[in-house]
């Protein structure tokens, strides 16, 4: 019998329901649930979320908000949180679903990769005595306009691939692991589509960059200085000079060009990043002219 899913937010009208849409395309034979922890029954989806869906290329199910209840906590195997408070929220109002229960981030970082049940793999994880933190929220963007929807929607499919490709393992696979040299390849192809939201999830949530200003920590940071660089209406060119790997930790340099109407900058980077248990490299530093100045 496959897998049973529910996605739970606060109102059951964003967050949950794009991620519920996202994980029933990726894959069909589940079953994916949606709810809401504070929740009006019966409402429609919003035009905000339909056009986001729609802004995904994904078709808007049918839906209707509704409160998560006992019965849909006990007969889920999983239960996906978009933010620390609704697992909160699972341990308060049900505790017996607590060993069951962890943020959409936290599961794509964390679920094992190792071969086995999922059943085996998510009690490995001690999901009861884990403390939820900040980093795990997925930013509601109730009363936000139809952009900050089209940016949730992004970040949540973008994050349910990674929740998809773990739960399609079977007893007997593990996960392909990248090698780092490939964090490369997306930083340009990230930049390039002018995508900050796919450079910000090469980071780890407490990342550190060496920016003009200084060095800076956290992905809202970082998101600042891609931002600013995206507006510059630049192409990126990049060649790796070296991936160095110990265990889970590499350190890296690249040789790069950002080239534009109003600039022409190169620099070779110092990099630090650290493979999680999704088989992904992330950055832990990022220094983009840590080995220099290509013209100096």
């Known amino acids: 019998m496959p897998p049973s899913v529910i996605f739970l937010c606060t109102g059951n009208a964003a967050r949950s329901v794009i991620a519920g849409a996202a994980l029933a395309r990726r894959l069909p034979e589940l079953a ?13 989806m919003s035009h905000r979320t339909r056009a986001a869906l729609a802004a995904v290329g994904i078709e808007p199910p049918a839906h209707r908000s509704r409160q998560a209840s006992p019965a849909d906590l006990d007969r889920a195997d999983l239960v996906v949180a978009l ?7 699972v341990r308060r109002t049900h505790g017996a679903a607590a ?3 962890a943020t959409l981030r936290r599961l794509v970082r964390d679920l094992p990769t190792v071969s086995g049940p999922l059943e085996d793999r998510i009690t490995a994880l001690n999901l009861a005595g884990m403390e939820p933190e900040p980093w ?6 109730g ?3 139809v952009e900050d929807f089209v940016g949730c929607a992004r ?5 349910v691939d990674g929740l998809a490709a773990a739960l399609a393992l079977g007893d007997h696979q593990t996960m392909a692991e990248e090698t780092p040299a490939e964090i490369h390849r997306k930083v340009e192809q990230a930049f390039n589509s002018g995508d900050v939201d796919a450079l910000v999830e090469l980071y780890e ?4 960059m060496v ?3 200084g060095l800076v920590t956290g992905t809202d940071a970082i998101r600042q200085n891609w931002t600013f660089l995206l507006s510059l209406g630049a192409t990126m060119s990049l060649e790796t000079r070296y991936a160095y790997r110990n265990g889970n930790i590499s350190l890296l340099r690249n040789d790069y060009r950002v080239t534009g109407p109003d600039v022409d900058l190169a620099g070779s980077t110092s990099e630090v990043a650290r493979l999680g248990s999704d088989g992904k490299w992330r950055y832990v530093i990022d220094h983009p002219f840590g080995a220099g100045n290509l013209d100096d």
């Open 32 to 44: 994916v649930a949606t709810a809401g922890t504070l929740t009006i029954d019966g409402q429609p």
């Open 83 to 89: 933010a620390p408070e609704h697992v909160r929220w």
């Open 155 to 159: 970040q949540v499919v973008d994050l």
């Open 143 to 145: 009363g936000g306009e």
């Open 211 to 213: 920016t003009p200003d």
């Open 136 to 141: 795990e929220e997925v930013i509601d963007p």
């Open 99 to 101: 060993g069951r229960t």
């Open 205 to 208: 949530p407490d990342a550190q």
